[in-house]
């Protein structure tokens, strides 16, 4: 698919077939959101695969419960490596690079699972104590985004964007 084609597909999926997502697909999703951009190069990021669906009933729980999480054959969580980005930039790495390096990867993530024929949403509403509790994350790893991730069961409108002279200043 063109890169332009993927950006315009893309949606926010709440609804999934209960398809599972293959391990071939699931590996080029992850080896190419790889090569996202990050500082340093560092890859300051985690991300947890998530399958099991006790696992998915505590996300979706944490989570105010949006429901998408279990309705996903497949769950990421991306969360920030502050101690990665620590060592190389600081206090400035610790709280902003990590989590700029993590929510790329989650962008890239989404616009890959479209080209591979996917459909996935962001979830950024939840109890970030408790999804580390639930992930068995670090002390130095901070959960910043949840993506339910599986083969689309609706096809939503594109909803409205606002016009670019309200996003957009020249200079």
């Not at 071939?24 to 990021?45: F, R, V």
């Not at 947890?48 to 309705?71: C, H, N, P, W, Y």
């Amino acid at each position: 698919m063109d890169f332009y084609d993927v950006i315009d597909r893309r949606r926010s999926i709440r609804a999934f077939q209960e398809k599972q997502v293959d391990v071939a697909t699931l590996k080029k999703i992850l080896d190419t959101l790889s090569l996202a951009p990050s500082a340093g190069n560092l890859q300051a990021y985690k991300i947890t695969i998530v399958r099991t669906q006790e696992l998915k009933e505590g996300l979706m729980s944490a989570a105010f419960d949006q429901e998408s999480i279990i309705r996903a054959p497949l769950v990421l969580v991306f969360s920030a490596d502050e101690k990665r980005s620590e060592v190389k930039y600081g206090e400035r790495g610790l709280e902003f690079y990590s989590l700029q390096d993590a929510t790329i990867a989650a962008a890239y993530c989404q616009l890959i699972a479209a080209a591979e024929g996917l459909g996935s949403v962001w979830v950024g509403g939840f109890d970030v104590l408790e999804v580390s509790r639930l992930i068995n994350a670090e002390s130095y790893e901070v959960p910043v985004a949840i993506i339910p991730l599986g083969y689309p069961a609706e096809s939503p409108e594109r909803n409205k964007r606002r016009n670019l002279k309200e996003i957009v200043r020249e200079m």
